[in-house]
Every structure is written in C-alpha cells, then in structure tokens.
C-alpha cells in the first residue's frame, strides 16, 4: 500500500459546499474563536481544519454537532511522516470557509469564560500540579488572563503556567463550562480511566540517636536509608503517566534528601529531636509529601536491609496528622 504525505491526505478532504450565514451566534463564535488559538489547526482560504487528540473524540464529535450550520465533516485520516519514521492516524474536522470565519480576529477582546474554556481544553495539559498550556499568540492570551480574569500565570519555554491559587481561581471561573470528558484538564478525572501505582526509590545516609532508650541506638550511629514513595491515580491522557518521574525525584532531592542526606535526623528538625525513630521519620515524610502529591498512596523506609517501616496515611482531603498530637518529648 502506498505511503501519503499529510500534505497529500490533506488535499484529498472534499468539504461540503459552503452554506450561507449572515450571522454567527455567540457559541460559534466561541467555537471559531478558541479554535484560532489551537496550533494544530488550519485556517485556509478554503477549508478549516480543527483537531483534538485521537482519544478525544467526543470532544470532537461535540463541536461537529455545535457547529452543524457550517455542515462539517469528521473523518479519521492517516499519513506518513517522514520525520517521526511512523504512520500518523488523526481525526479532524474540517468544513468550508466562510467571510465570517475570515473575519474572526482570534485577538478578540471579549474572550468569554466559555471560550476560555474551550482554549483550555484545546490547548492545556495537567501535570505536576500545574495547568500548561501551549497556544498561538501566547502574549495576548497572557495578558487576558491578567486584565480581564485577574489571574497571575507565569511563562516557561513560551508556555503559560498556571498553579496554586490562580489555578483555583481559573477553575472557578470556567468549570461550569467544561465539557464534561475534558475536566481531567484540571486534575479530576473520569472514574473510567485506569489507575496505576508508580514508585520512586531513593537512597540517604544519615546519622541519628535515640534519647532515653536502653540500648546501642542511645548513641550517635549511622546508616544508609532507602526510602520508596508510592503514588496511586489515574493515567493522565494527556500524558500517558500517574506523575512523572523526573519530577518525582526533583521533589524527593529538595524536600528529603537535601535535608537528611549527611545530617543527624535528631537535629533536622523538631519532631525528630526525641526520638528519630523509623516510624517517626515515616510520619514526618507523609506530611511533607501529602501537600505536594494529594494522591500520595503509601510509603516505605527502610533503615537497615532487614529493618522497614510501612506507612499509609490518610488521603490529602482527610489528612490531619499532626507529630505534635504524640505528646512527643
């Protein structure tokens, strides 16, 4: 069978015959509009062409039904990129361009929470607790966000962040008008997808004692812990991953290791100055990490080969340990 070129499954799409439209209403100009800020997508003097990724196809299916008056098409097409070395399957829809399309300046100034939305779902991908979104005209999306919906992202490699309490802020501003299969774009996810539990080990060498005990540990002595980090959740679409494990590490290296490896645990800190006991450091641990990754699921340090503590608290929402609650020394 005979490889084709995108350019050339491209030409083979026969629109439908352009239809006569005097007006857009508000949901195709949203519609329209949004689209512009995909840079997967095609504006030509004769078609357009709007893409979602292949396994949003509701989504997709969605828009063919809003936008019915322009009669598009939706069809799933497949070519050879000589680039990636691999047959690409797409599914596209793609109708007749009209004046009023041409028209469109996707610089629109009254971008509704609607269309917001939309650009959202196009565009953004959830990850490290973070909403990144890569989109045409970046600049100018960036300050609408700023001006019109006082929220404060930040810019990273020509990509706009979006996280912490301007993430909270921006969900409750467009949730109600997310499409119900692209919540996941904010950290909620289907109860369809599939979970997976994922792991990090990592490895330190600290020092500690233990006051008033009756035995060796009573003294200053060392070892090498290995702690292992369980994270249970969904697989992100966008992704393909639970977390990713690049991050996972970053995080494990600056809030653990940096302040356990070569140190006395007794003098790290307060909740360990007692007893710095495999149990207690597993506490002290969970309520680190519980902040960073609310799907923490469980973990395990082990202070000698033989030796191992197990620990799985509470999820993020019911979590309410506190070490001063032992009535600690």
């Known amino acids: 069978m005979k490889k084709i070129s995108k350019e050339e499954a491209y030409n ?9 439209i005097k007006k857009l209403n508000r949901l195709e100009f949203d ?20 893409k979602n990724k292949f396994y ?23 070519y050879y990129d000589k680039y990636a070395g691999r047959e690409i399957i797409e599914n596209i829809l793609y109708f007749s361009t009209i004046k009023l399309i041409q028209s469109i300046n996707y610089c629109d ?11 959202i779902s196009d565009n953004g991908t959830y990850e490290n607790q973070e909403l990144v979104l ?9 300050h609408v966000l700023i001006n019109k919906y006082e929220i404060n992202p930040t ?12 993430l909270e802020k921006l969900k409750s501003i467009i949730y109600p008008f997310m499409f119900h299969k692209m919540k996941y774009k904010f950290g909620e996810y289907d109860h369809t997808l599939p979970k997976c539990i994922v792991s990090k080990t990592v490895e330190f ?5 233990l006051s008033d005990y009756n035995g060796k540990c009573n003294n200053l002595h060392g070892g090498r812990y290995k702690l292992t980090v369980y994270i249970k959740g969904p697989i992100n679409p966008d992704t393909g991953m639970v977390v990713d494990f690049t991050y996972l590490n970053e995080i494990l290296k600056q809030e653990i290791i940096s302040q356990f490896d070569h140190h006395c645990l007794n003098y790290v800190t307060p909740q360990l100055a007692w007893r710095s006991t495999t149990e207690l450091i597993c506490l002290y641990i969970w309520e680190k990490l519980i902040k960073i990754f609310p799907s923490l699921h469980k973990i395990e340090l082990y202070e ?21 609650l032992l009535h600690l020394k």
């Open 12 to 20: 083979n799409l026969k629109p439908n015959k352009p239809t006569k």
């Open 31 to 50: 519609l329209i509009t949004s689209a512009k800020f995909n840079p997967n997508n095609q504006f030509n003097n004769d078609m357009v062409i709007i």
């Open 56 to 78: 949003e196809l509701d989504f997709l299916k969605w828009k063919q039904k809003k936008l019915e008056r322009f009669k598009p098409k939706l069809e799933k097409i497949c």
């Open 109 to 119: 100034p009254e971008i509704s929470p609607f269309c917001l939305a939309l650009i």
């Open 134 to 142: 890569t989109v045409t005209n970046n600049i100018y999306l960036f």
């Open 155 to 166: 810019f990273r490699k020509n990509q706009i962040i979006i996280k912490g309490k301007n």
């Open 205 to 209: 060498d600290s020092a500690h004692f």
């Open 304 to 324: 000698t080969p033989n030796s191992k503590c197990t620990f799985k608290g509470e999820d993020f929402e019911k979590y309410n340990y506190n070490l001063d």
